[in-house]
């Protein structure tokens, strides 16, 4: 085969020299050819563009009168260009040193001559024909008698000569004279028609005559033959060139072929080298192959034998005859399949694309392991291994490790040093860790940490000794829970008598040590347990009892064994109730549920009892457990839990929850007997400000005297409830008309308006009361309640300390309300709220300081809401958390563009209610927003009222400081309007008051306004506090306050509220230095 594959690559060689060789003499051969034929184009282009030439000067000269052979010359030329100037004409080489350039502008050249020949060809036409008209116009200018015509036909002659003979000085006299002839004309006048046509066609044969020797020069001056050469002489070097090039390259190919020629000499020399060195490596192959301790056999591509040793045929003696080279690997197959089983190879790679592994059983017992592969050149490679006695070792190992892997013991094996190097199967079930994931690792990652370390020092040093060590391990399974094992570790020792392993037996006894575990702390729950445990036969005859059953039933262990536990019976319960008791014990296993049981004293109490039938295997009980206990104090405190989820704890009385359920039964009541009933719902006036002032201990005690007022106010059968805070209810389940009920309602009212002793104090307090009355004003108990408490509220607006009766108008009045509260939802979701800003401004200047951020609410059908209607709203129903947050983001994202604008020292203020804080407004909330606005915290300031300071509640007065901390100023707003109270400005952190405008309008006129306002002044001052006056709308109240030091004004006079839009438009024309005062443009 390699000697094929030689003579192969030589062929391969001599072809390519050929080849070489062909190329090179049609390449020379097709060069001089295409230089050739090129060259006869270039010369012919020549001789036609010199006929054309000729041809051309015949017809300017009146020589040639057919154009004809201009024709030709120019339809030969066409298809001579088309040649030239396509790339794959077949010029000899590369043209790329110019000659393409060159071709180019020739070929340029001649078209523009060409084109030049049409054009004189027309000329030429003209001026001939011209020519030819003239004599025949002198003759009849001579026979009209025109004293001229002898001039004329001078002229004609002048112009024949110039057309022979060309010359300036004889142009110059034709136009002379033609000039003569113009002024002859005109003196003449109509009789002069026929000289004035005959020296038209003069002048205009001139002018043709002119323009014909033009375009003659025009095309004697193309350089078309300087082109020619031009190119004529780059293509004649080109060719010197590429002839120069050729020449070289057939020497470089001849030289190659020389050198493949030698190539070839050595090529044919190593083959001989390689077939000599083969036939060496051939037999050394066959020498190793016999020393082999397998049996090998080499087959080739087509499967028949190349060699194989003695060991192959020792293995299959029956092939001792066919064993020789050349014979066809199916047959010895067929031979052999019949004498042995072939079994694949467990774990091996098995079949591939290059070789196969399996076993083979032959039929005296013995097992070869076979490997066929496949060589590179396609043949095959068999190897055969006796494994017989292996295999025997590993069915008695297979069978050893059955034992193992069936083994219902844990059995770990160790070397000397601890590491694992087996476990079988139950090991991986007990401990939750996989073989591959323990082998290699000491065993104390089974440590639970329960086991001390002398114990396992104790083990090793038995195990050093090679003495056998038994013991318990309290070990840690993968999942991390905990269970305990029986252990026997033993050493092994090899036939020299060395340890080499360890082999751990253990047995998992956890079950076995909970089941313990549970008997004892049974025992001792038995003993210690505060429930009391009695233990009965089957014949229900007492076996035991606990301590705990002593001390609740006064019975000691001896007082009860072996007696009836009916002598704990109370005698409350009937027969019925034991007979289901055991109806239901015997049936399902089970009872439970309360005993009255009597003690040895002979007191009886409540037991909460269970009683559980314990079975045999076979079904049959063999015991009663009893537990229960002592009952009697949860007695008393379900008593005691009722009694409070039902009354009032500070009063006494019936809470809200009662207070239903008795108005509800009420109503049932007067509905089926046809009667009338009243709610009167009480609320305490002015209770709020005692609270505040004395304290809540003090508080709590008035309710309490409260309610004894009211409790003589009312009948046996009447019910006083407390509804929550200082409210009351008292349900009248009888009454005869409304007027008995306002008898009631007045003498509350006159009971309550009487003082009360508080803190040694005499304290006074009031009464406003509703009032529905069944059937007239609702039917249901929630109505009913809800129609008294909007009379109360009537009753507060009227003025407090009075009763009304509940109307219709009342319920429309607070269905507006919670209209006007949904919408209010709705506006903030819908973005219908906008914010004005009212200016600030410094007293002296009358500059903007900072705005105040009023909201304000335009209702799409209502139109503008005042903000007195929607701001209380909001706060009742806490609205005013998410309202406030918008006011605040918007004013600030509002303030942030001023700022951009220019106006980095102005403020906001925005007012902050109780309301908010308690909702959960923070410092934090406000620090977030004004980094989000990019706004300074130095920048804002929040107006608080007077009421939220008095509340005087610590977690107010906190939240106050930490918006101080942050740098956020506080402002009292409408201060003085309040109690007169003024300790909360030494306690909280304020910087500013705000005058209400109620001081503000009566100044300077009204003495009392004065004085007030002087004094806050003067407070302020004393205080370190800025200060604004509200309300200032005329030019008076502004002086007064400028006078007296007021720093800071509002109102009218100084600005209106506006819209954000309206305020940016102002600021950014104040920023105009050439604008006028902002005093006067602070009214948007």
């Known amino acids: 085969m390699r000697r094929r594959r030689s003579f192969f690559q030589l062929f391969l060689l001599a072809t390519a020299i050929l080849v070489v060789l062909l190329l090179f003499a049609r390449t020379q051969v097709l060069d001089n050819d295409a230089y050739f034929g090129w060259s006869r184009d270039l010369l012919a282009v020549k001789e036609l563009e010199a006929q054309l030439d000729r041809d051309l000067l015949r017809v300017s000269a009146f020589l040639l009168t057919q154009y004809d052979p201009l024709t030709d010359v120019q339809e030969k030329l066409e298809p001579l260009g088309r040649r030239f100037r396509d790339p794959g004409a077949g010029r000899y080489g590369s043209t790329t040193d110019g000659i393409d350039e060159a071709i180019d502008a020739y070929w340029r050249s001649l078209g523009r001559k060409q084109a030049l020949v049409e054009r004189i060809k027309l000329q030429a036409a003209l001026l001939r024909n011209g020519l030819s008209y003239l004599p025949l116009a002198v003759e009849e200018l001579a026979a009209s008698g025109t004293p001229t015509a002898g001039t004329v036909l001078t002229l004609l002659n002048r112009l024949y000569l110039l057309n022979l003979f060309p010359s300036e000085s004889d142009e110059r006299a034709i136009r002379e004279t033609l000039s003569r002839l113009d002024a002859r004309i005109a003196e003449q006048g109509p009789d002069a028609a026929m000289l004035q046509n005959t020296v ?159 076993f083979e059983h032959l039929e005296d017992g013995r097992w070869y392991l076979a490997s066929d592969s496949k060589t590179a050149e396609g043949g095959m490679a068999c190897v055969r291994f006796d494994i017989t006695e292996a295999k025997r070792r590993e069915l008695e190992l297979r069978k050893l490790s059955l034992v193992l892997e069936q083994s219902p013991a844990s059995v770990m094996i160790t070397d000397t040093q601890g590491s694992i190097e087996y476990v079988n199967p139950r090991f991986e079930e007990v401990t939750g860790y996989r073989a591959d994931e323990v082998l290699g690792r000491k065993p104390s990652f089974l440590k639970s940490g329960d086991t001390s370390e002398e114990e396992y020092r104790d083990l090793w040093e038995t195990l050093s000794a090679g003495r056998e060590w038994r013991g318990h391990f309290h070990n840690r399974r993968k999942d991390g829970s905990i269970f305990w094992e029986s252990a026997s570790i033993s050493p092994v020792r090899d036939e020299a008598g060395r340890v080499t392993h360890f082999v751990a037996v253990k047995e998992d006894v956890t079950a076995r040590k909970r089941a313990e575990d549970q008997l004892r702390m049974n025992a001792t729950v038995f003993e210690t347990t505060a429930d009391a445990i009695m233990v009965t036969d089957a014949d229900n005859r007492i076996k035991t009892v606990n301590p705990a059953f002593t001390r609740m039933t006064g019975y000691a262990p001896e007082d009860v064994l072996c007696k009836d536990p009916r002598i704990l019976s109370s005698g409350r319960h009937n027969a019925r109730f034991y007979r289901r008791l055991w109806e239901r014990l015997l049936g399902q296993g089970s009872w439970s549920g309360e005993i009255w049981a009597r003690r040895r004293d002979g007191s009886v109490f409540p037991a909460l009892t269970s009683v559980v039938a314990t079975k045999d295997d076979c079904g049959r009980v063999m015991e009663f457990v009893a537990v229960f206990s002592d009952m009697t104090q949860r007695k008393s405190d ?72 009211l409790d003589a106010c009312v009948r046996q059968a009447d019910t006083l409830a407390r509804f929550g805070g200082d409210a009351f209810v008292i349900l009248l389940p009888e009454v005869g008309s409304g007027a008995e009920v306002a008898t009631v309602a007045d003498k509350i009212i006159a009971r309550i308006g009487q003082p009360f002793h508080l803190a040694d104090r005499e304290v006074y307090v009031g009464a406003s009361i509703g009032i529905a009355l069944y059937p007239e004003d609702a039917e249901t108990a929630d109505a009913m309640l809800l129609h008294a408490d909007m009379a109360t509220t009537r009753a507060k607006e009227a003025g407090r300390n009075r009763y009304q009766f509940f109307t219709i108008g ?275």
């Not at 009354?647 to 009667?675: K, V």
């Not at 309300?1031 to 109102?1051: H, I, M, N």
């Not at 209106?1056 to 009214?1083: F, K, N």
């Open 638 to 709: 379900e008593q005691q839990i009722r009694y409070q989820a039902n009354h009032d704890a500070l009063t006494g009385l019936p809470n809200r929850a009662l207070l239903q359920d008795r108005l509800e039964l009420a109503i049932a009541a007067a509905q089926r007997a046809q009667r009338a009933l009243a709610v009167l719902f009480v609320d305490l006036d002015r209770f709020k400000s005692v609270n505040e002032t004395f304290g809540h201990v003090n508080g709590d005690q008035l309710l309490q005297k409260v309610t004894r007022r």
């Open 200 to 358: 038209s066609h003069m002048r205009a044969n001139l002018a043709g005559l002119l323009e014909l020797r033009r375009l003659r020069d025009d095309y004697l001056a193309m350089p078309s033959g300087e082109r020619f050469e031009r190119l004529q002489t780059l293509y004649t070097a080109h060719r010197a060139s590429a002839a120069h090039r050729a020449e070289q390259f057939s020497r470089i190919l001849f030289v190659l072929t020389l050198l493949l020629l030698l190539g070839l000499a050595l090529v044919l020399r190593h083959l001989e080298q390689t077939r000599a060195l083969a036939v060496r490596e051939r037999n050394r192959l066959r020498d190793a192959v016999e020393s082999l301790g397998e049996a090998f056999a080499l087959f080739d591509s087509r499967g028949r034998l190349l060699l194989s040793n003695r060991r192959f045929a020792d293995f299959y003696l029956w092939l001792a005859k066919s064993l020789e080279p050349g014979v066809a690997h199916a047959q010895l197959e067929r031979e052999t399949l019949e004498r042995l089983q072939r079994v694949p190879a467990a774990g091996a790679t098995g079949a591939s694309a290059t070789s196969q592994t399996y």
């Open 810 to 1084: 009342m319920q429309r009045s607070v269905r507006a309300k919670a209209e006007l509260e949904h919408e209010l939802r709705r506006a903030i979701d819908r973005q219908e709220l906008v914010l004005h800003y009212q200016p600030v401004v410094d007293a002296a200047t009358r500059r903007p300081v900072h705005y105040e951020a009023l909201a304000r609410w335009h209702h799409p059908t209502h139109g503008m809401v005042s903000p007195d209607r929607f701001i209380p709203l909001a706060e009742e129903t806490g609205l005013i958390e998410p309202l406030g947050r918008w006011v605040l983001e918007t004013a600030c994202r509002q303030l942030s563009a001023w700022q951009r604008m220019g106006w980095s020292h102005l403020g906001l203020a925005v007012n902050v209610s109780a309301r908010q804080l308690e909702l959960g407004f923070t410092a934090a909330d406000v620090e977030s927003i004004l980094a989000a606005s990019d706004v300074a915290a130095t920048s804002l300031v929040l107006e608080i009222t007077e009421g939220l300071m008095l509340d005087g509640r610590a977690e107010f007065c906190t939240r106050l400081q930490e918006l101080r901390d942050l740098g956020v100023r506080l402002a009292v707003d409408d201060f003085g309007t309040g109690y007169s109270s003024l300790g909360y400005l030494k306690r909280f952190p304020v910087d500013e008051l705000k005058i209400d405008r109620s001081f503000v309008q009566g100044l300077p006129d009204s003495s009392d306004d004065v004085s007030l306002v002087e004094a806050i002044i003067g407070m302020a001052r004393s205080l370190g506090l800025e200060l604004v006056a509200e309300g200032v709308e005329d030019e008076r109240q502004l002086a007064f306050l400028r006078q007296r030091g007021c720093g800071l004004l509002q109102g009218y006079l100084l600005g209106r509220p506006a819209s954000g839009e309206a305020v940016s438009e102002l600021l950014a024309c104040s920023l105009d230095s050439s604008s006028p005062d902002l005093d006067s443009a602070l009214h948007p």
